[in-house]
């Protein structure tokens, strides 16, 4: 909770006194903050491991080129985070049967078939890559963005320390046995679905506002999936701050490994991925849980 | 209020540095900033880029450096970082350069999302870069400015020039295949209408997926058809899968073209010479009497890189080198001087001489390049071509 | 309709089939006994493709040669893979938990370092060699000597694996290990050396798919991401570590893909490769197979 405050000052210090590469790197992370944190909504939670939140990025992305240049930026991205958020209610049912593995994995492909479609259409609708004029100044971009991570931050303590949250950790422990003792499993797995696509979706548009050219290619990199999963992992999924953590952390180590080690920073990163997991199990966020405690 | 302000006391940073610089020791080396994707889903096609940047520093530095209107030669370092093949990135390394890096020169990333991207950020900043490896109708659509764009194989005009070019070669039919990414589907589209004009028949008209891994059923369809020509608008992974599975099917079409793939050096090694005769998009070559130049830029990156460059790529990228070179060596660093140099300056490349109107080069013409014997050939338009184009004799 | 009838698209069918069914066998060998998600897969196909033309190229030794040797050479990584860091993740319960998802982001990591040393070790330009590519004609089909010889290799390193299974002892024990793997051990079968050798020989396939790979299409440090991809959509519709179901999905998917291609347009080909595999998912998460094929 503190963390959010001093994060939402922060970013608010920033487009005042900011070099314009600061706002840059802070957009970055606050970017990733929002993603890991909104995904954490479903997948730390319930334990359904999404590989696939590219595809409200993009679909957030795609509403938000559609829209660009007839309704205001701002309306076009709440259009964005609503477009993700139906497309989760619409596909939430059947996805969510599937547990395990097997979801993991129907994630990535959906993501993946959303994109090879929207490919389709575009390339039906004659249109090449489309490029945006007129985008607004990166300091109000840089607003949005870090009210997006705090906006998540938020959510993501609500529905932790809520009873809805409690649901959602029955499932993860347990879930027939939960649905046993009469936890409505599937409208719960169903709303955090719901409420995990829909700031990815506002993010994504955002990200496009920032980079003023949309290709359905880069709008749904499998890439991006696979970030929020290693910063949420590395940051720990037991508390709040843990996306936070992993997220900063994350965004500032290759933010300083590349501008240092520009031939070895990636390889430098894989390492550090491994090390990770394999000696900080509880992610950063146990790590700093530790350190506290024994402090 | 606060922008103002901060671009003025930017601006004035910027002239005490140059002022400082220029009072410097003329050992102190000029910077100029890249980002290239070193990683990702571009990052096959950056050494194509990425060498000739390496290639005209040694040879600049071989000359005692970079050369100022006062006649003094400063060495050239290069700072460039990886952008994962990421336009966000992309936006966010060059505010670095510019404004942590303080670099005195920048010079271009891969591709066209890279390319339009950047155009805002280097209006914000006012610093002029010549771009190299974008194509697109779109940037027309940039408002000129900071930006200029070398290429000349932009889709539209290449559309009708290749019409022009099968109807001069009496082709009276095509199949066309084309993959689903940008520059592709844009060429496809003007392609089609040109064609029409031109009178010649479109037998097949297909578009595929990128990650497509079998071409089998779409080229027994072509067969079928036999078409006098066949275009494929190929990016390089799927070029490779055409030009073998064409070559297993026994397509017979004497026009067999590629739209990007066939310059790649490893393109011809894989495919030795069962792709001689195929027509790709390129208006450069090193054999061109009329560009002297090219040969030697050819042979140093034959020595240097052990593999052919890449006619496309390649080329445009150390022409936009040049370009900015001989802009420095007339008006020095200052961004706006250099603004209005390459914007109103003639210069002489290894593809001839380009002048800008807008962002666009107006005068190099858009060309076709054919493998013959395994070399590439500038064979369209007549004005430069090294050698005539010649049917394609099977596989 | 006499197209769809000919030998020519079912040649290419088998030949892409059986490239997937290869390379979707060494991954299932890694999940089936080690519960790995393993997505440094293709990264693998990539080092056996550079073996191959570094080989040729090099010291003008044939890629039929090189199978073996990338078979060792990608078996050794996987030995060091398997002893450096899974023996003591699998050791520790608190990871081994979680085991899905942390060597999720352990094979991200080892996924990220491959593809970067070779693109530091070899540069990212794209490679190729030429190799048997005289085209044979049989009975209307022509064929290229060497996807005829992929074809052949992979078919049957396939279908060796498949009669090693079913007949060897080793086959026995690796196929209770996937079953009962708590009752596999009281037994008597090693399960670490189970493991390990199964994760060698799963390795080693998909360094054999490098090779073929190789013979005909262009050779770059991230070329391997699509195969791990195609392998996931493979063992997904066969069912997880389900041996033999996943090779006969493999051919599956590439008759599909070759004949679907042919009804619709190629333009679908995608969209039917993940609507395929999302529906499957959706409808019978357990794999098609499963009940039809026992391995």
Same mark, same amino acid.
Request: proline residues 5%; contains cysteine.
């Given at each position: 909770?503190?963390?959010?405050?001093?994060?939402? #000052?922060?970013?608010?210090?920033?487009?005042?006194?900011?070099?314009?590469?600061?706002?840059? #790197?802070?957009?970055?992370?606050?970017?990733?903050?929002?993603?890991?944190?909104?995904?954490?909504?479903?997948?730390?939670?319930?334990?359904?491991?999404?590989?696939?939140?590219?595809?409200?990025?993009?679909?957030?992305?795609?509403?938000?080129?559609?829209?660009?240049?007839?309704?205001?930026?701002?309306?076009?991205?709440?259009?964005?985070?609503?477009?993700?958020?139906?497309?989760?209610?619409?596909?939430?049912?059947?996805?969510?049967? #599937?547990?395990?593995?097997?979801?993991?994995?129907?994630?990535?492909?959906?993501?993946?078939?959303?994109?090879?479609?929207?490919?389709?259409?575009?390339?039906?609708?004659?249109?090449?890559?489309?490029?945006?004029?007129?985008?607004?100044?990166?300091?109000?971009?840089?607003?949005?963005?870090?009210?997006?991570?705090?906006?998540?931050?938020?959510?993501?303590?609500?529905?932790?320390?809520?009873?809805?949250?409690?649901?959602?950790?029955?499932?993860?422990?347990?879930?027939?046995?939960?649905?046993?003792?009469?936890?409505?499993?599937?409208?719960?797995?169903?709303?955090?679905?719901?409420?995990?696509?829909?700031?990815?979706?506002?993010?994504?548009?955002?990200?496009?506002?920032?980079?003023?050219?949309?290709?359905?290619?880069?709008?749904?990199?499998? #890439?991006?999936?696979?970030?929020?999963?290693?910063?949420?992992?590395?940051?720990?999924?037991?508390?709040?701050?843990?996306?936070?953590?992993?997220?900063?952390?994350?965004?500032?180590?290759?933010?300083?490994?590349?501008?240092?080690?520009?031939?070895?920073?990636?390889?430098?990163?894989?390492?550090?991925?491994?090390?990770?997991?394999?000696?900080?199990?509880?992610?950063?966020?146990?790590?700093?849980?530790?350190?506290?405690?024994?402090? | 209020?606060?922008?103002?302000?901060?671009?003025?006391?930017?601006?004035?940073?910027?002239?005490?540095?140059?002022?400082?610089?220029?009072?410097?020791?003329?050992?102190?080396?000029?910077?100029?900033?890249?980002?290239?994707?070193?990683?990702?889903?571009?990052?096959?096609?950056?050494?194509?880029?990425?060498?000739?940047?390496?290639?005209?520093?040694?040879?600049?530095?071989?000359?005692?450096?970079?050369?100022?209107?006062?006649?003094?030669?400063?060495?050239?370092?290069?700072?460039?970082?990886?952008?994962?093949?990421?336009?966000?990135?992309?936006?966010?390394?060059?505010?670095?350069?510019?404004?942590?890096?303080?670099?005195?020169?920048?010079?271009?990333?891969?591709?066209?999302?890279?390319?339009?991207?950047?155009?805002?950020?280097?209006?914000?900043?006012?610093?002029?870069?010549?771009?190299?490896?974008?194509?697109?109708?779109?940037?027309?659509?940039?408002?000129?400015?900071?930006?200029?764009?070398?290429?000349?194989?932009?889709?539209?005009?290449?559309?009708?020039?290749?019409?022009?070019?099968?109807?001069?070669?009496?082709?009276?039919?095509?199949?066309?295949?084309?993959?689903?990414?940008?520059?592709?589907?844009?060429?496809?589209?003007?392609?089609?209408?040109?064609?029409?004009?031109?009178?010649?028949?479109?037998?097949?008209?297909?578009?595929?997926?990128?990650?497509?891994?079998?071409?089998?059923?779409?080229?027994?369809?072509?067969?079928?058809?036999?078409?006098?020509?066949?275009?494929?608008?190929?990016?390089?992974?799927?070029?490779?899968?055409?030009?073998?599975?064409?070559?297993?099917?026994?397509?017979?079409?004497?026009?067999?073209?590629?739209?990007?793939?066939?310059?790649?050096?490893?393109?011809?090694?894989?495919?030795?010479?069962?792709?001689?005769?195929?027509?790709?998009?390129?208006?450069?070559?090193?054999?061109?009497?009329?560009?002297?130049?090219?040969?030697?830029?050819?042979?140093?990156?034959?020595?240097?890189?052990?593999?052919?460059?890449?006619?496309?790529?390649?080329?445009?990228?150390?022409?936009?080198?040049?370009?900015?070179?001989?802009?420095?060596?007339?008006?020095?660093?200052?961004?706006?001087?250099?603004?209005?140099?390459?914007?109103?300056?003639?210069?002489?490349?290894?593809?001839?001489?380009?002048?800008?109107?807008?962002?666009?080069?107006?005068?190099?013409?858009?060309?076709?390049?054919?493998?013959?014997?395994?070399?590439?050939?500038?064979?369209?338009?007549?004005?430069?071509?090294?050698?005539?184009?010649?049917?394609?004799?099977?596989? | 309709?006499?197209?769809?009838?000919?030998? !020519?698209?079912?040649?290419?069918?088998?030949?892409?089939?059986?490239?997937?069914?290869? =390379?979707?066998?060494?991954?299932?060998?890694?999940?089936?006994?080690?519960?790995?998600?393993?997505?440094?897969?293709?990264?693998?196909?990539?080092?056996?493709?550079?073996?191959?033309?570094?080989?040729?190229?090099?010291?003008?030794?044939?890629?039929?040669?090189?199978?073996?040797?990338?078979?060792?050479?990608?078996?050794?990584?996987?030995?060091?893979?398997?002893?450096?860091?899974?023996?003591?993740?699998?050791?520790?319960?608190?990871?081994?938990?979680?085991?899905?998802?942390?060597?999720?982001?352990?094979?991200?990591?080892?996924?990220?370092?491959?593809?970067?040393?070779?693109?530091?070790?070899?540069?990212?330009?794209?490679?190729?060699?030429?190799?048997?590519?005289?085209?044979?004609?049989?009975?209307? =089909?022509?064929?290229?000597?060497?996807?005829?010889?992929?074809?052949?290799?992979?078919?049957?390193?396939?279908?060796?694996?498949?009669?090693?299974?079913?007949?060897?002892?080793?086959?026995?024990?690796?196929?209770?290990?996937?079953?009962?793997?708590?009752?596999?051990?009281?037994?008597?079968?090693?399960?670490?050396?189970? !493991?390990?050798?199964?994760?060698?020989?799963?390795?080693?396939?998909?360094?054999?798919?490098? =090779?073929?790979?190789?013979?005909?299409?262009?050779?770059?440090?991230?070329?391997?991401?699509?195969?791990?991809? +195609?392998?996931?959509?493979?063992?997904?519709?066969?069912?997880?570590?389900?041996?033999?179901?996943?090779?006969?999905?493999?051919?599956?998917?590439?008759? +599909?893909?070759?004949?679907?291609?042919?009804?619709?347009?190629?333009?679908?080909?995608?969209?039917?490769?993940?609507?395929?595999? +999302?529906?499957?998912?959706?409808?019978?998460?357990?794999?098609?197979?499963?009940?039809?094929?026992?391995?």
């Amino acid at each position: 909770m503190i963390l959010g405050v001093a994060l939402a #000052v922060f970013g608010a210090a920033v487009p005042a006194f900011g070099s314009p590469y600061l706002m840059g #790197v802070v957009f970055q992370v606050a970017m990733w903050i929002a993603l890991a944190q909104s995904w954490s909504m479903l997948s730390a939670t319930t334990g359904y491991l999404s590989l696939g939140h590219a595809v409200f990025y993009g679909v957030g992305a795609y509403v938000c080129v559609l829209l660009t240049g007839t309704i205001p930026f701002e309306l076009a991205l709440l259009a964005a985070a609503a477009a993700a958020a139906l497309f989760a209610a619409l596909v939430g049912m059947p996805v969510l049967r #599937v547990r395990g593995p097997y979801f993991v994995i129907l994630t990535y492909g959906l993501s993946e078939l959303v994109r090879h479609v929207v490919m389709r259409i575009e390339s039906a609708l004659g249109s090449f890559g489309r490029m945006i004029f007129d985008v607004p100044a990166t300091e109000v971009l840089l607003w949005w963005m870090v009210g997006l991570a705090v906006l998540a931050t938020l959510g993501a303590y609500a529905i932790r320390h809520s009873r809805f949250g409690a649901g959602l950790a029955a499932i993860r422990e347990d879930e027939v046995a939960a649905e046993t003792v009469g936890v409505p499993v599937t409208r719960l797995k169903l709303l955090a679905f719901i409420a995990s696509a829909a700031i990815p979706g506002a993010v994504g548009g955002l990200a496009l506002l920032r980079t003023s050219y949309f290709e359905p290619a880069q709008a749904f990199d499998p #890439v991006i999936s696979f970030t929020i999963v290693t910063m949420a992992l590395v940051g720990g999924t037991e508390t709040v701050r843990g996306p936070i953590l992993g997220a900063v952390g994350f965004a500032l180590l290759s933010e300083l490994l590349w501008s240092s080690l520009p031939q070895l920073y990636m390889i430098v990163l894989g390492v550090t991925l491994i090390a990770f997991i394999l000696f900080v199990p509880r992610g950063l966020s146990g790590l700093v849980g530790r350190i506290g405690r024994a402090g | 209020m606060k922008r103002p302000t901060r671009l003025a006391s930017a601006a004035l940073a910027t002239a005490i540095a140059l002022t400082a610089a220029g009072a410097a020791i003329a050992q102190d080396p000029i910077t100029i900033g890249y980002s290239i994707a070193r990683t990702g889903i571009y990052a096959a096609a950056a050494p194509s880029q990425e060498n000739p940047y390496k290639l005209w520093q040694t040879q600049v530095n071989a000359e005692g450096g970079l050369e100022l209107p006062d006649g003094v030669r400063r060495p050239v370092e290069f700072v460039s970082y990886d952008d994962q093949s990421n336009p966000a990135n992309t936006v966010r390394i060059y505010e670095k350069l510019i404004t942590q890096d303080e670099v005195d020169l920048l010079a271009a990333p891969w591709g066209t999302p890279m390319h339009l991207a950047l155009a805002p950020v280097l209006q914000r900043f006012k610093m002029p870069m010549v771009g190299n490896t974008a194509a697109s109708v779109q940037l027309r659509n940039v408002a000129p400015g900071y930006i200029w764009f070398p290429t000349s194989a932009i889709p539209d005009t290449m559309g009708a020039e290749l019409a022009k070019m099968m109807q001069a070669e009496g082709v009276q039919s095509v199949a066309l295949l084309a993959n689903e990414l940008p520059y592709s589907q844009e060429f496809r589209s003007f392609l089609i209408p040109a064609l029409e004009e031109a009178g010649i028949e479109v037998m097949v008209d297909e578009s595929y997926p990128p990650d497509i891994k079998d071409m089998t059923s779409m080229l027994v369809e072509v067969r079928d058809a036999a078409p006098d020509a066949v275009v494929a608008m190929t990016y390089p992974s799927d070029a490779f899968l055409f030009a073998g599975q064409a070559k297993e099917l026994g397509i017979e079409a004497p026009f067999v073209m590629s739209l990007i793939g066939p310059t790649i050096d490893a393109y011809r090694k894989a495919n030795g010479t069962a792709v001689n005769g195929v027509v790709s998009s390129a208006h450069w070559s090193p054999e061109a009497v009329d560009w002297p130049k090219g040969q030697a830029f050819f042979d140093a990156y034959v020595e240097a890189f052990g593999e052919e460059p890449d006619a496309l790529d390649s080329a445009l990228a150390y022409m936009s080198l040049e370009i900015l070179q001989q802009a420095v060596a007339e008006v020095g660093l200052d961004p706006e001087a250099l603004r209005e140099e390459i914007a109103s300056g003639t210069f002489d490349t290894i593809n001839g001489e380009v002048r800008f109107d807008g962002v666009q080069n107006v005068v190099t013409p858009t060309g076709f390049v054919q493998i013959q014997d395994g070399k590439i050939e500038l064979v369209w338009p007549e004005a430069v071509k090294t050698a005539d184009y010649a049917p394609k004799q099977g596989w | 309709m006499d197209t769809l009838l000919s030998g !020519q698209l079912l040649f290419a069918a088998l030949v892409s089939g059986s490239l997937y069914a290869l =390379v979707a066998l060494g991954l299932n060998l890694v999940y089936g006994t080690l519960r790995l998600l393993n997505i440094a897969h293709g990264d693998l196909v990539m080092i056996g493709a550079y073996t191959a033309f570094w080989a040729i190229s090099l010291l003008a030794i044939p890629p039929v040669v090189s199978l073996v040797i990338a078979a060792a050479l990608c078996a050794l990584l996987g030995w060091a893979v398997y002893a450096g860091l899974f023996r003591r993740m699998l050791a520790r319960p608190d990871l081994a938990k979680r085991v899905e998802a942390n060597s999720l982001i352990l094979f991200y990591g080892i996924s990220v370092i491959l593809q970067n040393l070779a693109a530091l070790a070899f540069t990212s330009t794209s490679r190729g060699y030429q190799y048997l590519d005289t085209v044979i004609t049989w009975q209307c =089909v022509s064929m290229t000597g060497n996807r005829l010889l992929s074809l052949g290799v992979a078919a049957a390193v396939c279908f060796g694996t498949l009669l090693f299974l079913r007949f060897h002892l080793f086959g026995w024990s690796l196929r209770a290990v996937i079953q009962r793997r708590e009752a596999a051990q009281v037994v008597g079968v090693n399960l670490n050396r189970v !493991q390990m050798l199964t994760i060698c020989a799963g390795f080693a396939v998909a360094g054999v798919a490098g =090779v073929l790979v190789s013979m005909t299409e262009q050779i770059t440090p991230f070329m391997g991401f699509p195969f791990t991809i +195609v392998a996931f959509v493979v063992i997904i519709i066969g069912g997880l570590g389900n041996i033999g179901a996943g090779v006969l999905a493999g051919f599956c998917l590439g008759l +599909v893909e070759t004949y679907g291609i042919a009804l619709t347009s190629p333009g679908y080909r995608s969209i039917l490769i993940y609507g395929l595999f +999302v529906g499957v998912l959706l409808l019978r998460p357990e794999g098609i197979f499963t009940k039809a094929v026992r391995s």
